[in-house]
């Protein structure tokens, strides 16, 4: 597979909640956040995505702030009969996009 992301990958403590902007439904979905970059967020949710899909998230920190942005979907996988979905950050502010590589910062710093 050929890397295509733009930023570093990092694991962390967070969870998202997304909810479809095309649709009529307003249902939220809890997703388990696999990992997480500036610009982008792996994660698995029970429900059946789709690709190029955008989605309204809020997005739970560490430090229990909530970032609002938009993700749009841009890869799925099935593995162990679980789905994983890639999603790039769409219109991300550049202050919260920082609040992602300090954690970043500060995790690297502990491993030293």
């Avoid at 698995?44 to 809020?58: G, V």
Wanted: include cysteine; aromatic fraction near 8%.
């Amino acid at each position: 597979m050929v890397e295509k992301r733009k930023a570093k990958r990092i694991v962390l403590n967070a969870h998202v909640i997304i909810k479809r902007l095309d649709s009529r439904m307003h249902e939220r979905i809890p997703v388990d956040v696999t990992d997480l970059s500036k610009t982008g967020i792996g994660f698995k949710c029970s429900q059946k995505l789709e690709l190029n899909s955008m989605y309204e998230a809020e997005l739970v920190l560490w430090t229990k702030e909530t970032i609002n942005c938009f993700i749009n979907i841009t890869r799925a996988d099935m593995r162990d009969d679980e789905a994983f979905y890639g999603a790039a950050f769409v219109g991300m502010t550049e202050h919260d996009a920082c609040k992602i590589d300090i954690y970043d910062m500060f995790e690297g710093a502990k491993k030293q």
